[in-house]
Every structure is written in structure tokens, then in C-alpha cells.
């Protein structure tokens, strides 16, 4: 029997392990964990490493997962809380006015959101950042700090309804902390 549903938010180009660490976490947990995109269908996802000598993330083609969902079918009180998945896919996610809906609502109900890595862009396009304490990769900061939240370097984050984490090098710190915000929603 399923605790509840988190929605997992991806689209081409989001980060592997950001999407399946959580993924199949939250399954562990007892969650169904239901997989949004744009459109439902077949995505695209990437691998993003750091060479020592390059200065930006290399990024290389990672598996294929299909979206259960689209997010304009998404009804917020479906869900026990949301998963933002990192990787190159939010670049383009933040001008989805659905998401930029779904991710509103989440904060406006103070259900659990998560977010790893570029995931922050989404939030910030959202307007939700203001007065929250988050972290992300440190190329994103600019991105929590332009719209009105505090960027710090940490692991894990936990602000309000909102967990946030750098990379996925620290999945673990913050599926933990997630996953006892959504069991305390109950």
C-alpha cells in the first residue's frame, strides 16, 4: 500500500542520479513516485561529471525515463510533496507555465518540495525563493540570491517546506531530510 504520491519533475536533459536516486528512494520508502514532463512521454537524460582538468561540467548521454504524467494534468492534492531534478533540463523547464503553477501551488499548500542542483532555476522562475535559505551548485547562487532567497554551500538545506541540496554527491543528506518532511505531512 502507497504512503502517497510525490511527483518527480523532469525533462531532456536532467541529470541521472539527481532523478534516479530519489526515484527509487522514495519507492524504498513506500511513496509512488509518479514521473512529470512537458508532455508524457519518452526523456532523455544526461550525466554530468568534472573532469579535474576542465572547468565546467562535462556532460555525457545518460538513460531513458518516461513521464507518467504531463504536468498540465497535475492536480496538486494528488501529491504528498514534489522532487525538481537537476541537470541541464530546467533551463528550459522554467518557462513551462504549468510547472510555474504546479510549484506555486506546492509552496501555497506548504507541501514538501526538493530540489537538487540546477533544479533552483525552476523555484526561482516560480517567485518562491524570496525569504528562503537554499543551497545549490555554486554556479546557480546567483540564481537563489536574484530572487530574494539566502545561497549557502551546505549539503543539504532545509528552509519551510523546501529541501535543497548542491549536487547529486549529496543525495543522501537530502533524500533524508525529504523524506521526513513528507512521513511528518503524514
Not at 504512503?3 to 513506500?30: C, Q, S
Not at 537537476?86 to 504549468?98: H, Q, S, T, V
Not at 530574494?148 to 528552509?159: F, L, N, P
Request: charge should be negative; charged fraction near 25%; aromatic fraction near 10%.
Amino acid at each position: 500500500m502507497s504512503k502517497g504520491n510525490i511527483l518527480l519533475v523532469i525533462g531532456d536533459a536532467a541529470e541521472v542520479l539527481d532523478t534516479f536516486y530519489p526515484l527509487f528512494r522514495l519507492r524504498e520508502e513506500g511513496y509512488t513516485v509518479r514521473v512529470g514532463g512537458p508532455e508524457k512521454r519518452v526523456y532523455h537524460m544526461v550525466q554530468h561529471e568534472r573532469h579535474p582538468d576542465w572547468d565546467i561540467t562535462v556532460e555525457s548521454p545518460g538513460y531513458k525515463l518516461a513521464a507518467d504524467v504531463a504536468f498540465r494534468e497535475v492536480t496538486v492534492m494528488e501529491f504528498s510533496g514534489m522532487i525538481i531534478s537537476g541537470g541541464r533540463a530546467p533551463e528550459y523547464l522554467r518557462y513551462d507555465a504549468d510547472l510555474l503553477k504546479l510549484t506555486q501551488q506546492f509552496f501555497e499548500w506548504d507541501k514538501p518540495v526538493a530540489s537538487v542542483c540546477h533544479g533552483i532555476e525552476i523555484l526561482a522562475a516560480a517567485g518562491v525563493l524570496k525569504g528562503q535559505v537554499a543551497t545549490t551548485v555554486a554556479k546557480c547562487k546567483l540564481d537563489v540570491e536574484s530572487f530574494g532567497g539566502t545561497y549557502v554551500d551546505r549539503e543539504v538545506v532545509v528552509s519551510g517546506n523546501l529541501v535543497t541540496s548542491r549536487t547529486w554527491h549529496d543525495s543522501p543528506a537530502w533524500m533524508r531530510e525529504f523524506v521526513k518532511m513528507v512521513n511528518a505531512q503524514g
